[in-house]
């Protein structure tokens, strides 16, 4: 069973501009959230979709948004990127009896440098 | 990560015992986790145990959870340098797959 999959691994943006990062679940999942980790803040959520629905938000600014698609895929934007979005993005997915217990699976993560 | 407390380093001699310590916030969590980052790879689940659990053995690994002083641990048996890692515990709150998570403890194996 292929494992969740992030495209593009790394990134180099520059300031103001946006970014869009996709990720691919486990197939059969259609839970996928979203973390950000950074030196200084860690590990924090971000969102997370089912069916197509938002149905969590962590404490981030309306710059950042997501989507989800009926085939389970997401897709998570920036805009107007800032120096401090520089960070590991990472998408998990859960679903079936790992649904029960809230385990989470996740991908290798997008790397993003905003210069 | 504030909420979840772990000590930032810890290191210990190869084939030796580890143990990782965490304290968490939430005493309605209902599960708690604990993840393994390897250099530059996403977080690997390594363990959870269900709340009105007081201990999961699962091969080397063994979590001890202390409920009424919110205190999870996890052991390592005879730790390997593949071990080396950064190990992240993590409790859901409100949701299950909206985790807190710790600020993680970088374990160091010497050989």
């Known amino acids: 069973k292929a494992g969740v999959t992030q495209t593009p691994r790394y990134l180099i943006k520059t300031r103001g501009q946006q970014v869009t990062l996709s990720c691919s679940p486990i197939?059969?999942?259609?839970?996928v959230s979203w973390y950000q980790q950074t030196p200084g803040q860690g590990l924090q959520f971000l969102f997370e979709?089912?069916?197509?629905?938002?149905?969590n938000k962590g404490n981030f600014p309306g710059r950042f948004s997501g989507r989800q698609f009926s085939n389970s895929r997401s897709e998570m934007n920036v805009s107007t990127l800032e120096l401090g979005d520089s960070a590991l993005y990472l998408c998990?997915?859960?679903?079936?009896?790992?649904?029960?217990?809230?385990?989470?699976?996740f991908g290798e993560g997008s790397r993003l440098t905003v210069l | 990560g504030e909420d979840v407390e772990q000590s930032l380093f810890l290191s210990v001699r190869e084939g030796d015992s580890s143990v990782i310590n965490c304290t968490y916030t939430?005493?309605?969590?209902?599960?708690l986790y604990w993840y393994k980052q390897e250099p530059g790879a996403g977080l690997q689940l390594l363990t959870y145990?269900?709340?009105?659990?007081d201990m999961k053995q699962d091969q080397r690994l063994t979590v001890l959870l202390n409920k009424k002083d919110k205190h999870l641990s996890l052991r390592i048996a005879d730790t390997q340098t593949g071990d080396s890692a950064i190990y992240f515990c993590?409790?859901?709150?409100?949701?299950?797959?909206?985790?807190?998570f710790g600020s993680g403890t970088q374990l160091t194996v010497l050989p």
């Open positions: 998990a997915s859960s679903g079936g009896t790992s649904g029960l217990t809230g385990e989470l699976f």
């Open positions: 979709y089912f069916s197509e629905t938002q149905r």
């Open positions: 939430d005493s309605s969590s209902t599960y």
């Open positions: 197939s059969g999942h259609r839970s």
């Open positions: 993590a409790e859901n709150k409100g949701s299950a797959r909206q985790l807190t």
């Open positions: 145990i269900f709340s009105n659990m």
